[in-house]
């Protein structure tokens, strides 16, 4: 690469581009445009790239990029000398083919280079490519990155000219392209580049901004432009300007935090300003969570809570535009939220006019999957698995409220305020039930039994609420399932994963006394086949997710092939595989378990294999003729009953340690005894002490599986 260098600047100046995209589509650009400049030897290692975004411009600034690429010397392989050259030493029609591809000739014949390649003696053409120059460098990085741009929806427009059109994600305006001060000639969307650009739509010094060089972008587009170029420097100053106006509120109010709302407002603005607007207090008769969903999702207005978190009737508006008189810009924004909340405000009361459990029946007009029938037929089946699981867990009267809780979890779905804000299920479920009378563990159980809806989301909070939870998840999966809906690559539509995992932390996290089996038989409807490849699903949710929270993948193997049936003991049997791995015995313990595994799995089907299953795993003392089976066989009959007690007990680490005391006798066993003898009566003794030992060790977890 020559040695000097300088900087780059690109910008692309767009209409509009979606908020919601944004920030992926700025750091896409970017990334991919630097790192096909360094492919192609254009920039150092060394260089930094500074990717910007805001809604009407994506642009990069990379360090260090040269003019052009240092050349390369290259060989090429051509083919074997005998295709090559004649009888006398003369170029071939075919190597003079292959040569004019390169652009070379028969002058280039005496100096090509033999070399053997595998048996056959090859030619090789040596050349030096000559590097790329920056204006074909960068039109070959352009191209390719607005290729890679993650467009959900491409648009096709016309350009100027009024015959060709071009499809990007929305029509673009301009590009610049600088290195240092020069520009670089290069072209993309019917645009040649220059160093003209627009700033801020209204407050811009003047109509177009010209960049003096790829250094000066930024500081020229925050005073003369009016933009704050850098998404991350724009969200920051939003953040700054939040918690500054909610100061100025006084009285301890704080914005809502919501990551997804400021990236997106981030996308909205050029330069932030945000300023105080106020509703009328009577509104907050109207649940808080309606309020907020409003304000958020329709407006994109942070909303003021106090520092008990309940929502006070002022909001913060993050503006485009900076008037003198910001008094139009408030009261207008006022007006607008007004109407909304009102609407708001009508179906939480005409809701209110009609009991919870009169929409139940309706829920037979409301078709939950061609294959599945209706959403009533589907509330019966949640109602029975939930009662099964609530006797289970707390007998008849936790039952009852558990019927009464499935019974109603799917109504408030055909209320006026769920049709409009499909988010808020459940949580106007438990709204209208209380105000129906409903108490209070029926009506939060309507609410929670969505619960956990998203990974880190909270646990329901009462027994009646876990019940239905975990009847609902398991009414959807083992209803997919059951119509062969299972998810494969990315494709999940009816978010099975996500269930399994929240019927997962559910078991575990609650401690709950269900097995998988129970589970499975309180879904009633599904048969073997289902209930198969279900758990086998459910296992591997759990197992990933162990993974995720550091478990190595074979202590999880080992806990997770034993397939427990109570989940809630899988953290419990972890803990003690690690303790158990930390022992010196480990590693020896584990591969001998290992090698029985592998010389059971041998004889099996065999004569003698049955034999010893037959004699219930009986031994047969004096068929024990080597005193180190014997010896093997006494310390087994002294550590087996006291490993079995303490896992009996719960206390899988001391039932793991246990096992230590096997490692002399059971090395020993494999020096000096050979189990494969032909003698079948003898053959099916050794079988079943190892049989007996397999079971002893593999109580806890399969630890041939911590063998390396």
């Given at each position: 690469?020559?040695?000097?260098?300088?900087?780059?600047?690109?910008?692309?100046?767009?209409?509009?581009?979606?908020?919601?995209?944004?920030?992926?589509?700025?750091?896409?650009?970017?990334?991919?445009?630097?790192?096909?400049?360094?492919?192609?030897?254009?920039?150092?290692?060394?260089?930094?790239?500074?990717?910007?975004?805001?809604?009407?411009?994506?642009?990069?600034?990379?360090?260090?990029?040269?003019?052009?690429?240092?050349?390369?010397?290259?060989?090429?392989?051509?083919?074997?000398?005998?295709?090559?050259?004649?009888?006398?030493?003369?170029?071939?029609?075919?190597?003079?083919?292959?040569?004019?591809?390169?652009?070379?000739?028969?002058?280039?014949?005496?100096?090509?280079?033999?070399?053997?390649?595998?048996?056959?003696?090859?030619?090789?053409?040596?050349?030096?490519?000559?590097?790329?120059?920056?204006?074909?460098?960068?039109?070959?990085?352009?191209?390719?990155?607005?290729?890679?741009?993650?467009?959900?929806?491409?648009?096709?427009?016309?350009?100027?000219?009024?015959?060709?059109?071009?499809?990007?994600?929305?029509?673009?305006?301009?590009?610049?392209?600088?290195?240092?001060?020069?520009?670089?000639?290069?072209?993309?969307?019917?645009?040649?580049?220059?160093?003209?650009?627009?700033?801020?739509?209204?407050?811009?010094?003047?109509?177009?901004?010209?960049?003096?060089?790829?250094?000066?972008?930024?500081?020229?587009?925050?005073?003369?432009?009016?933009?704050?170029?850098?998404?991350?420097?724009?969200?920051?100053?939003?953040?700054?300007?939040?918690?500054?106006?909610?100061?100025?509120?006084?009285?301890?109010?704080?914005?809502?935090?919501?990551?997804?709302?400021?990236?997106?407002?981030?996308?909205?603005?050029?330069?932030?300003?945000?300023?105080?607007?106020?509703?009328?207090?009577?509104?907050?008769?109207?649940?808080?969570?309606?309020?907020?969903?409003?304000?958020?999702?329709?407006?994109?207005?942070?909303?003021?809570?106090?520092?008990?978190?309940?929502?006070?009737?002022?909001?913060?508006?993050?503006?485009?535009?900076?008037?003198?008189?910001?008094?139009?810009?408030?009261?207008?924004?006022?007006?607008?939220?007004?109407?909304?909340?009102?609407?708001?405000?009508?179906?939480?009361?005409?809701?209110?006019?009609?009991?919870?459990?009169?929409?139940?029946?309706?829920?037979?007009?409301?078709?939950?999957?061609?294959?599945?029938?209706?959403?009533?037929?589907?509330?019966?089946?949640?109602?029975?698995?939930?009662?099964?699981?609530?006797?289970?867990?707390?007998?008849?009267?936790?039952?009852?409220?558990?019927?009464?809780?499935?019974?109603?979890?799917?109504?408030?779905?055909?209320?006026?305020?769920?049709?409009?804000?499909?988010?808020?299920?459940?949580?106007?479920?438990?709204?209208?039930?209380?105000?129906?009378?409903?108490?209070?563990?029926?009506?939060?159980?309507?609410?929670?039994?969505?619960?956990?809806?998203?990974?880190?989301?909270?646990?329901?909070?009462?027994?009646?609420?876990?019940?239905?939870?975990?009847?609902?998840?398991?009414?959807?999966?083992?209803?997919?399932?059951?119509?062969?809906?299972?998810?494969?690559?990315?494709?999940?539509?009816?978010?099975?994963?996500?269930?399994?995992?929240?019927?997962?932390?559910?078991?575990?996290?609650?401690?709950?006394?269900?097995?998988?089996?129970?589970?499975?038989?309180?879904?009633?409807?599904?048969?073997?086949?289902?209930?198969?490849?279900?758990?086998?699903?459910?296992?591997?949710?759990?197992?990933?997710?162990?993974?995720?929270?550091?478990?190595?993948?074979?202590?999880?193997?080992?806990?997770?092939?034993?397939?427990?049936?109570?989940?809630?003991?899988?953290?419990?049997?972890?803990?003690?595989?690690?303790?158990?791995?930390?022992?010196?015995?480990?590693?020896?313990?584990?591969?001998?378990?290992?090698?029985?595994?592998?010389?059971?799995?041998?004889?099996?089907?065999?004569?003698?294999?049955?034999?010893?299953?037959?004699?219930?795993?009986?031994?047969?003392?004096?068929?024990?003729?080597?005193?180190?089976?014997?010896?093997?066989?006494?310390?087994?009959?002294?550590?087996?009953?006291?490993?079995?007690?303490?896992?009996?007990?719960?206390?899988?680490?001391?039932?793991?340690?246990?096992?230590?005391?096997?490692?002399?006798?059971?090395?020993?066993?494999?020096d000096k005894v050979m189990v494969n003898t032909e003698d079948d009566r003898l053959r099916a003794n050794r079988l079943a002490l190892l049989l007996q030992l397999q079971q002893a060790m593999n109580r806890v977890a399969d630890i041939s599986k911590l063998a390396t």
């Amino acid at each position: 690469m020559s040695m000097t260098t300088k900087n780059l600047l690109v910008e692309l100046l767009v209409e509009e581009l979606p908020p919601k995209s944004l920030k992926k589509l700025g750091n896409s650009f970017a990334e991919a445009l630097t790192a096909n400049l360094k492919a192609q030897g254009l920039t150092a290692n060394d260089a930094v790239a500074t990717a910007y975004a805001s809604p009407r411009r994506l642009a990069v600034h990379v360090t260090n990029v040269a003019a052009q690429a240092a050349d390369k010397s290259m060989s090429q392989k051509l083919m074997p000398v005998a295709v090559g050259l004649d009888v006398n030493g003369q170029p071939t029609a075919a190597l003079l083919k292959k040569l004019a591809g390169f652009g070379a000739d028969a002058s280039v014949v005496p100096n090509l280079k033999r070399a053997p390649d595998g048996k056959t003696e090859t030619l090789f053409f040596d050349s030096m490519l000559k590097g790329a120059t920056l204006a074909q460098g960068l039109q070959k990085a352009l191209d390719e990155a607005i290729a890679k741009l993650p467009i959900a929806k491409v648009m096709t427009y016309q350009l100027a000219d009024g015959w060709s059109s071009v499809q990007f994600v929305r029509p673009a305006h301009g590009l610049i392209a600088l290195h240092g001060a020069e520009i670089v000639p290069v072209s993309v969307l019917g645009l040649t580049a220059g160093r003209e650009t627009q700033g801020h739509r209204f407050e811009a010094a003047s109509a177009m901004l010209e960049i003096r060089d790829s250094g000066s972008y930024e500081m020229q587009m925050e005073s003369g432009g009016a933009v704050i170029p850098g998404f991350e420097k724009r969200r920051a100053e939003i953040v700054r300007q939040l918690a500054e106006a909610a100061a100025k509120a006084g009285g301890g109010v704080k914005p809502i935090t919501d990551d997804a709302l400021l990236d997106e407002v981030t996308a909205l603005v050029e330069r932030p300003n945000v300023l105080a607007g106020k509703f009328d207090a009577a509104f907050l008769e109207v649940p808080q969570e309606c309020l907020i969903l409003t304000m958020k999702a329709n407006q994109k207005y942070f909303p003021l809570l106090d520092a008990n978190g309940k929502l006070t009737n002022r909001f913060l508006i993050v503006s485009n535009i900076r008037p003198a008189d910001t008094s139009l810009v408030i009261s207008g924004n006022e007006r607008v939220l007004r109407a909304r909340l009102a609407d708001a405000r009508f179906f939480f009361d005409q809701d209110r006019k009609k009991p919870l459990d009169s929409h139940v029946l309706d829920l037979a007009k409301v078709v939950y999957h061609n294959k599945l029938g209706d959403q009533g037929e589907r509330v019966k089946r949640v109602q029975s698995i939930a009662i099964n699981i609530a006797t289970k867990l707390g007998g008849e009267k936790l039952a009852r409220q558990a019927e009464q809780a499935a019974f109603l979890a799917k109504a408030d779905l055909l209320t006026n305020m769920v049709s409009e804000f499909p988010e808020l299920q459940g949580i106007m479920g438990r709204y209208y039930a209380q105000h129906d009378g409903v108490n209070d563990d029926i009506a939060y159980a309507i609410e929670d039994h969505y619960k956990p809806r998203f990974a880190g989301d909270e646990l329901p909070r009462n027994m009646v609420g876990v019940c239905i939870a975990l009847a609902d998840k398991l009414t959807t999966l083992t209803d997919m399932f059951g119509i062969g809906e299972i998810p494969t690559g990315d494709k999940d539509p009816f978010a099975l994963r996500r269930h399994a995992l929240g019927a997962i932390r559910i078991l575990i996290e609650r401690d709950l006394p269900l097995g998988l089996d129970q589970l499975f038989h309180a879904a009633r409807h599904i048969d073997a086949r289902v209930i198969k490849s279900l758990s086998d699903f459910i296992y591997d949710r759990l197992a990933g997710s162990l993974r995720e929270q550091g478990y190595s993948a074979q202590e999880v193997d080992a806990v997770l092939s034993l397939r427990p049936q109570l989940l809630t003991e899988v953290p419990k049997r972890l803990a003690a595989v690690r303790a158990f791995a930390a022992l010196p015995e480990a590693a020896a313990l584990a591969a001998a378990n290992k090698r029985v595994g592998n010389i059971l799995k041998k004889a099996e089907g065999s004569l003698p294999l049955r034999q010893a299953w037959d004699k219930r795993l009986e031994i047969d003392i004096d068929l024990l003729p080597e005193p180190a089976e014997k010896a093997l066989h006494q310390v087994l009959n002294r550590i087996a009953p006291k490993a079995e007690a303490a896992f009996t007990a719960g206390d899988y680490t001391a039932s793991l340690q246990a096992l230590a005391a096997l490692k002399e006798p059971v090395d020993t066993f494999f020096d000096k005894v050979m189990v494969n003898t032909e003698d079948d009566r003898l053959r099916a003794n050794r079988l079943a002490l190892l049989l007996q030992l397999q079971q002893a060790m593999n109580r806890v977890a399969d630890i041939s599986k911590l063998a390396t």
